[in-house]
């Protein structure tokens, strides 16, 4: 039995090998990296549920994608138990390699034009009341994809007048006048996470910069002041706390509304390596900084992801601006 044991484990491994290649093929020469044990308080319960399964039939059934399994989001139980998805647009392929996510690499397909109204659809489908909507990085593209994203914002418009609309975008970067074309379409977030500390850009996100995707944010509220913006980044890539306190401090001087810190899982070992488990006391400090350094807004948890309570968030965030404008 132990020959036929052997055999079973490796052939399991090189298929899991294989799909990972074909997934990330930029990533394979790259040496494995270490795989810190999980602490508790990251375990999260497996997804089920009928509501669950309902959620996974309205995405399959209208052939649209979600970033909640495109990311190996730890939270798609509990979102998808709610009916809460957040929709990926412009394909499941993204032009970059950012050794963070888990998203495929390659070469993208076109872009499907009837996709907005899929996306509307299902949002009229699952009833939602606040919608995220995210997309992977198309450099291919003259203007980055961002037509798409102000088809998608129109057609969900269209379908659920009352549905708010936060999105998560790309940076656009050497894109002249995309990002101007998305916030005129005036989604009720704009997001764009600039995901780490400046220092590990060149090692986790080689692709962007992060004094563009800082203008970016500030360029928003430059052209369209009442609109909410929002970023985020990871903790445990090897940070310090200083160099995540410039990070608020370099948000609130973008005019950045809500900040959202999470812990960075690494999502095979060809991906950067956790350099550790931040503790929850340590969040919770995060977020008493980020206040008291004006953010309307944040959450710092070890599950915390962009679009996580998204709706709820909204919520708060809204009545936070009030709360502020009244007192004058």
């Known amino acids: 039995m132990a020959p036929m044991a052997n055999l079973i484990d490796n052939t399991t491994r090189s298929a899991a090998s294989d799909a990972r290649a074909a997934r990330h093929p930029e990533k394979q020469k790259r040496a494995d990296t270490p795989v810190l044990r999980k602490p508790d308080w990251i375990r999260v319960k497996a997804p089920l549920g009928k509501t669950f399964s309902e959620t996974q039939k309205i995405v399959k059934d209208g052939g649209l994608v979600t970033v909640c399994e495109e990311a190996g989001c730890p939270n798609i139980g509990e979102c998808w138990e709610q009916k809460h998805a957040t929709f990926m647009i412009l394909g499941d392929t993204c032009t970059r390699a950012c050794s963070f996510c888990n998203v495929k690499t390659g070469l993208p397909a076109a872009v499907d034009t009837d996709e907005p109204r899929r996306v509307a659809e299902a949002v009229a489908q699952m009833g939602l009341n606040h919608v995220v909507i995210t997309s992977v990085d198309r450099d291919d593209l003259d203007d980055g994809g961002a037509q798409h994203f102000v088809d998608v914002i129109e057609a969900i418009r269209a379908a659920t007048p009352t549905t708010t609309i936060e999105i998560l975008t790309p940076d656009f970067l050497r894109k002249p006048g995309a990002a101007e074309a998305v916030i005129d379409a005036r989604p009720d977030v704009f997001n764009h996470n600039l995901e780490t500390v400046p220092r590990l850009y ?18 928003v509220k430059d052209r369209d002041p009442a609109q909410f913006t929002k970023s985020g980044i990871m903790v445990g890539l090897g940070e310090s706390k200083e160099e995540v306190m410039q990070v608020m401090d370099d948000m609130r001087s973008a005019g950045i509304d809500f900040l959202t810190i999470g812990q960075y899982l690494q999502p095979t070992r060809k991906h950067a390596a956790v350099d550790r488990f931040v503790h929850p006391d340590e969040f919770k400090a995060y977020e008493t900084i980020a206040r008291a350094k004006g953010f309307l807004m944040v959450s710092a948890t070890p599950l915390t992801r962009s679009s996580h309570h998204a709706g709820d968030d909204f919520a708060k965030l809204r009545a936070a601006r009030e709360q502020m404008m009244a007192r004058g």
């Open 202 to 219: 060149l090692s986790i996100r080689p692709g962007a910069r992060y004094f563009h995707s800082l203008r970016l944010l500030e360029s």
